[in-house]
């Protein structure tokens, strides 16, 4: 493999996608699987299928609401957008990982 | 949490709208994947490949879509439901196999069902009206002279319910009949004497009028009031609205009809429905032996306690005996060496719940016998499918179903087949909720009340008992999944690759299960079959046949002693003068018949019981040619005669085991007994005979004149030849020419009264043997189809030996020998559980050891025939091989 691409860590992927809709706004599941790529620089290896139970997951949560609207060019899809309940999640979860990722850092320099 | 329950309403509720969602889903991907394959081209690639790398890039449309799918539902219901509707598709394939199996389950669980059901109903919640009948408790006094309990005295009852603090109410019901003449058949009514507080302490209200006021339990004969039941309503009074203070004549007394129960309630008597309450201040009147209420001797009332809430029996019973140690100091000349005892109520003495128990706990370990058997025959039909669908099985496996899935799969079609079973055993559950009556004869003509109960502890044991069956349903195929070599068995199609020798073995291990418990249930069988002969063969000491047994009940007419005595004298002489009698008596008590004999203490001159005690024995009143009539020898002196009256001298009969234990080996004749106060002198000696059960130890027993000690209940006793219905006719003409307002009781024989006292032998008889030779009958069957599925599949084996010089005879003794072999491996099973178990037939058993070799060996014999038969056609079959044919295969 030439440039080596990082699996989506598990559970990671609710996080990627709640921030992603946060920063954009109410998006269709290709185009926030286009986003994730871009911001990753295509480093991140994702499967877009998975995708989908993901946003389904966050729907069941009440994290995200969907509804059936026209896309740029003009196509028939499904727009995520975040709720409230998502907002909130999405400051939780960043949390936590800020402190696990600092957390894990300070493992892996001392030892 | 929230979010949790919120993730799983919304799942569930997405199991409703699936073709929406299903359209849904689809319309999002597609929309997807067009978005993707447009960036695709504009990155300059071609149609086909921009459409591929769309593809590669979701991860497959279908794989996608399955993982959606399991985020969305609830998998293990949708699971469930797909396996369900393919179970049911697979039973309705095989319609035969389905109705046999359910039909075995229906008989195992239902049998299950229905006992329970009996024994809920009538040991552990008899009184399904009663409020919290579980803080009731059956009270009974005792007494070191005498081994079983006793009834209670008024006045101590009064004391206890003074001093006792853990009580919440002493509840007296002492149940008695009375009759009603209903044409020239006299018609019995059960009635119960209860204390003032009955219906409030037991919980039960009146749908009309009122129950009984404090205080209208006392006073001789004060309140002569009665509630009645809503059947006695319904039945005799039609229902009518106005029925409260009119009267009716009980005993020859008009009371007043204050109160109707509600429908449901009979009383709190198993085993009789209760038809009329009257107040403890009406006891003279319904019961012998005169006033009771103030006369601490008597003993009479039979009564429950209701706890207080939080105690418990054995508080209760501390605080009990103190009061019944401190009635003792007080009234030493009535109560010494006497207690009081609480028994938990599926243990009261006083009714039926106590006599049924035996018959009950055989009941309930043959119906699970019963269960056993069904599960392994339908356990061993399961067997034989699952060798039908082993191809079915390897091909799922192969394409990738996990072991678990198919475990799954199983199970589930062994519960429909066991939900199926349950529903259908708990529909004749409620069918046979009163069949259990059928197995008991009436007394004295009143049916017994023996409902069934159907509650939810009865409903979740028939669940449990269908979830058993489940896994061993299920289990029983399963085991064989685990041994699937997919790869071999999808190599080859033919036979015996799929673990022949382990599915032998199951399936032997399952016919030998069935043979052991066929052979429990016979050798039982043989056991009862032999108490119930040696029983017929016993003698009871008196002439069974051509004695006929009835009577005439003057006390409800109103009849006094003086009255009684003549109507006695007059219908003897009519009797003695139609054609066929030989000769009658009166006497108060039938031999063997349900009552219990009255007991009295006694003493004898020079004679010094081993105890402080007086020693109490019982006796029977009876009238001039009684001893003729029944056809009891004497052995010496002489029987009553019509001299023996009120005026002449008190005399008396005894037995020959009285006169050995109290006049040691003297002539008694000519010596006195004491009885109740008052010195006979005996002048006979009877030989002994049965006199409660025809299984009793010989016993002291004493006859006294009926003259003497007059009783107006007497029964009358007539030797003859003719039948009963001849004579009923000839009888009931004869009464109705003296008073034409008296009613005669059924005319049976002594052999018929002597049969229906051991009906519990042939409950037990009937339930054991007809279950044995069911099992004996699915056993055989069983060994009939694992023969003779060996035989069709060792046919190459069969022929090769053939081949090899073996003759027909030699295969068939082989082939014999295998069925054998099974049989006798089932029988040593059998013959250990048996040596374990038959000890609960224990009192049921008459002379007869429940070890008993005879019992054993006719089981064996009967096994041995039994498994013979089911190895002949089999063998038959293997003797007929023809090698060229096999061979060439």
């Known amino acids: ?111 | 949490m929230r979010e949790l329950c919120r993730a799983f309403l919304h799942r569930l509720a997405s199991l409703f709208r699936r073709r929406h969602l299903e359209a849904d889903l689809d319309a999002e991907l597609r929309s997807h994947l067009e978005m993707a394959v447009e960036g695709n081209l504009c990155q300059g690639m071609s149609p086909e490949q921009a459409h591929r790398q769309a593809l590669l890039d979701l991860g497959g449309i279908e794989q996608t879509k399955e993982m959606y799918r399991e985020q969305r539902g609830l998998p293990m219901i949708e699971t469930t439901l797909q396996d369900l509707r393919f179970g049911f598709r697979i039973l309705r394939r095989s319609p035969g196999f389905s109705v046999m199996a359910v039909l075995c389950l229906t008989l195992g669980i239902g049998a299950n069902a229905a006992v329970f059901s009996w024994v809920e109903g009538i040991l552990f919640r008899p009184y399904p009206a009663v409020s919290h009948q579980e803080q009731l408790l059956a009270l009974t006094g005792t007494a070191r002279a005498e081994s079983g309990p006793t009834d209670i005295s008024w006045p101590d009852l009064l004391d206890l319910q003074r001093s006792c603090t853990l009580i919440d109410s002493f509840i007296v019901s002492k149940i008695m009949g009375t009759t009603l003449s209903n044409g020239d058949r006299a018609e019995v009514m059960v009635g119960s004497i209860v204390s003032a507080n009955y219906f409030d302490a037991i919980g039960v209200h009146p749908i009309l009028g009122r129950g009984f006021e404090p205080g209208e339990d006392s006073g001789r004969n004060a309140h002569p009031v009665t509630v009645i039941s809503f059947q006695l309503w319904q039945g005799r009074f039609k229902g009518d609205p106005q029925i409260i203070g009119k009267t009716q004549r009980l005993n020859n007394v008009e009371h007043t009809i204050v109160g109707v129960m509600p429908d449901g309630f009979y009383g709190t008597f198993v085993g009789w429905a209760v038809q009329f309450w009257v107040p403890a201040s009406m006891e003279e009147n319904f019961e012998a032996g005169g006033y009771k209420l103030e006369d601490r001797s008597a003993r009479w009332i039979e009564a429950y306690v209701r706890l207080k809430p939080g105690v418990t029996r054995a508080q209760a019973q501390q605080e009990i005996s103190a009061v019944a140690r401190r009635l003792e100091a007080d009234y030493p000349e009535t109560n010494r060496g006497r207690g009081i005892k609480l028994w938990p109520l599926w243990q009261t003495p006083f009714n039926n719940s106590g006599t049924l128990l035996p018959t009950l706990e055989i009941m309930v370990a043959v119906v699970v016998f019963v269960l056993l058997i069904t599960c392994a025959n339908v356990g061993n039909l399961l067997l034989v499918r699952s060798f039908a669908r082993r191809h079915e099985m390897t091909v799922r496996l192969a394409i990738g179903a996990g072991r678990g899935r198919l475990l799954k799969q199983l199970l589930t079609e062994g519960l429909i087949l066991s939900a199926f079973g349950a529903a259908g055993g708990l529909v004749a559950t409620h069918w046979c909720s009163h069949a259990l009556v059928l197995l008991f004869p009436a007394r004295g003509g009143v049916a017994m009340h023996l409902p069934g109960e159907i509650d939810w502890r009865v409903l979740a044991m028939s669940a449990g008992v269908c979830l058993l069956a489940t896994l061993v349903l299920g289990l029983v195929p399963a085991m064989q999944i685990g041994k699937i070599d997919v790869a071999a068995a999808l190599k080859s199609d033919s036979a015996g690759v799929l673990g022949g020798g382990a599915k032998a073995w199951a399936r032997s291990g399952l016919v030998m299960v069935q043979v052991s418990l066929s052979f429990v249930l016979l050798v039982g069988a043989g056991l009862l079959l032999q108490s119930l002969q040696k029983i017929r063969n016993t003698s009871p000491g008196f002439s069974t046949h051509e004695v006929l047994d009835t009577a005439v009940n003057l006390v409800p007419a109103g009849y006094d002693a003086q009255r009684a005595q003549n109507f006695q004298d007059e219908l003897l002489e009519r009797v003695k003068a139609l054609p066929g009698v030989e000769s009658a008596a009166f006497a108060r008590m039938t031999p063997l018949s349900y009552r219990s004999f009255s007991s009295t203490p006694i003493a004898v001159d020079g004679y010094q019981h081993p105890s402080e005690e007086q020693p109490t024995v019982q006796y029977n009143e009876v009238g001039p040619d009684y001893f003729v009539t029944m056809g009891i020898p004497l052995l010496s002196g002489r029987e009553f005669t019509r001299a023996d009256d009120e005026k002449a001298a008190l005399v008396a009969v005894v037995n020959e085991t009285m006169a050995a234990q109290y006049w040691r080996g003297r002539n008694p004749i000519g010596e006195r007994v004491q009885v109740e106060g008052r010195w006979m002198q005996v002048v006979g000696v009877a030989m002994d005979s049965k006199y409660e059960s025809v299984r009793e130890a010989p016993k002291p027993f004493f006859y006294v004149p009926l003259r003497q000690n007059f009783d107006r209940s007497a029964g009358l006793y007539i030797r003859t030849p003719l039948s009963p219905e001849t004579m009923a006719t000839a009888l009931a003409r004869e009464v109705h020419a003296l008073d034409p307002d008296l009613a005669l009781y059924e005319v049976i024989t002594l052999q018929e009264e002597l049969d229906r006292s051991t009906s519990p032998q042939k409950v037990a008889l009937t339930l054991v043997g007809v279950l044995g030779a069911l099992a004996l009958l699915l056993a055989a069957i069983g060994l009939y189809g694992v023969i003779s599925f060996a035989v069709s599949q060792s046919s190459r084996e069969l022929g090769l030996r053939m081949a090899l010089g073996a003759d027909a005879s030699n295969l068939l003794r082989l082939v014999i020998s295998r069925g054998l072999t099974l049989t006798g491996g089932g029988v040593l099973l059998g013959t250990a559980a048996a040596l374990a178990l038959t000890r609960l037939l224990g009192n049921l058993l008459y002379k007869v050891s429940p070890r008993d070799p005879l019992a054993f060996g006719s089981a064996l014999v009967v096994m041995t025939i039994a498994s013979l038969a089911a190895c002949i056609l089999p063998g038959w079959r293997a003797a007929r091989t023809d090698p060229a044919r096999v061979l060439r295969h």
């Open chain 1, 1 to 111: 493999m030439a440039s080596p691409k990082s699996e989506v860590l598990q559970g990671t992927l609710d996080l990627l996608v709640l921030k992603t809709l946060e920063s954009m706004g109410p998006m269709h599941g290709f185009g926030i699987a286009v986003r994730i790529q871009q911001v990753s620089e295509d480093l991140l290896q994702l499967n877009q299928g998975t995708l989908y139970p993901a946003l389904l997951r966050l729907e069941q949560r009440g994290c995200v609401v969907s509804k059936w609207g026209i896309s740029e060019n003009n196509r028939n899809a499904k727009f995520y957008s975040l709720t409230r309940a998502g907002r909130k999640q999405l400051a939780e979860e960043a949390e936590n990982w800020d402190r696990m990722s600092a957390m894990i850092n300070r493992v892996l320099r001392t030892s």
